[in-house]
């Protein structure tokens, strides 16, 4: 039972390149989760899919797109990365909205 | 004004003392709420949910009050292990599945 893992574990990326980071869990939850966490700071949502076939915007979405794939995976594509993109993302996965939320261990990246 | 505020820290305790921490948030229809600790460039995970009603599990205390809108966690007898960033969570409101995180409030205790 491997919980939440994500793909990779770490990325360098020029600026204006593209790249998708990769989500499973294999926990039949049905929402899943993006987020970003910049030094100390913490988490921010990026978007969030309720169920499979749904995805929804959160607070910080502009310059990322989402796919539910499946129940099981959600990625995150950064269509032309640029320096601010620079984070630890954070995939997360709950039986369903505003439950508790069990995370991948996060891909940090870095665009130069 | 952030919709939800923990007091950064650091705070700096000895072994076997009790700390409190805070965490106030600003949307008065939010649903849920939860402690997460992280530790140094790991992910968050899960301490405990937060109820009106109070939650304990050992040495930690968990408080909600609505009224005032704030969540409280209270750890006692502190180990050096109990070192970490504690994450307030509420979740829900306006935006159904929104969840906002609070910065973190650090913890470290000392021998």
């Known amino acids: 039972n491997a919980g939440v893992t994500q793909t990779p574990k770490f990325q360098v990326l020029k600026t204006g390149q593209s790249m998708t980071l990769q989500c499973a869990q294999d926990?039949?939850?049905?929402?899943m989760y993006w987020y970003r966490q910049d030094p100390g700071m913490g988490l921010r949502l990026i978007y969030y899919s309720a169920s499979e076939g749904t995805t929804d915007k959160g607070e910080v979405p502009n310059g990322y797109n989402v796919s539910r794939l499946n129940k099981r995976e959600f990625s995150l594509r950064l269509e032309s990365a640029a320096p601010s993109q620079t984070s630890v993302y954070f995939c997360?996965?709950?039986?369903?909205?505003?439950?508790?939320?069990?995370f991948g261990p996060g891909t940090r990246l870095t665009v130069l | 004004r952030k919709e939800v505020e923990q007091d950064p820290g650091p705070f700096n305790v000895p072994e076997g003392a009790t700390v409190a921490f805070n965490c106030t948030y600003s949307n008065s229809a939010s649903q849920s709420f939860f402690w997460y600790r992280q530790d140094c460039r790991k992910e968050p995970k899960l301490l405990m949910s937060?109820?009106?009603s109070g939650n304990e599990d050992g040495r930690f205390t968990a408080q909600l009050n609505r009224a005032s809108q704030y969540i409280s966690l209270l750890i006692r007898d502190s180990k050096l292990s109990d070192s970490a960033t504690y994450l307030c969570v509420v979740n829900g409101g306006a935006n159904a599945g929104k969840s906002t995180f609070g910065d973190g409030t650090t913890l470290t205790v000392k021998p």
């Open positions: 937060v109820y009106s």
């Open positions: 926990m039949n939850h049905n929402s």
């Open positions: 997360a996965s709950s039986g369903r909205l505003l439950d508790t939320q069990y």
